[in-house]
């Protein structure tokens, strides 16, 4: 069964950028829509961003213009590219994979700490 793996995660100061990978082990077609959410102590779950299998985008407002994700099939990977980070960006952020069977995935985490 297809798994996620997430790395890239670290910690930086504000303004800064990091690049996190998801990379999936076994059939990445097995997945439908992929991307990533975050969660921080204390708030609320937030889907930041997601990829069809197409490539089409979305993003939350609170990311647009800063965030890019992308999904390279062949490479059996899904990026997030983070610019211009804020404190406020800081959480767990992990990597989700929709099955055609309706049940999500995701993968462990990875930590994203933001520095004032």
């Known amino acids: 069964q297809a798994q996620l793996v997430e790395s890239g995660g670290g910690l930086v100061q504000a303004g800064g950028s990091l690049k996190l990978s998801c990379v999936v082990s076994g059939n990445i077609f097995t997945f439908g829509d992929m991307g990533w959410f975050r969660q921080a102590p204390g708030k609320e779950r937030e889907l930041v961003a997601s990829v069809t299998r197409g490539g089409s985008t979305d993003y939350a407002d609170s990311v647009k213009g800063r965030f890019t994700i992308s999904r390279h099939n062949a490479k059996k990977t899904v990026y997030l590219e983070m610019d211009s980070l804020k404190p406020e960006d800081t959480g767990m952020y992990y990597c989700?994979?929709?099955?055609?069977?309706?049940?999500?995935?995701r993968g462990q985490g990875t930590q994203v700490t933001v520095s004032s």
């Open positions: 989700f994979g929709d099955l055609l069977t309706g049940i999500r995935k």
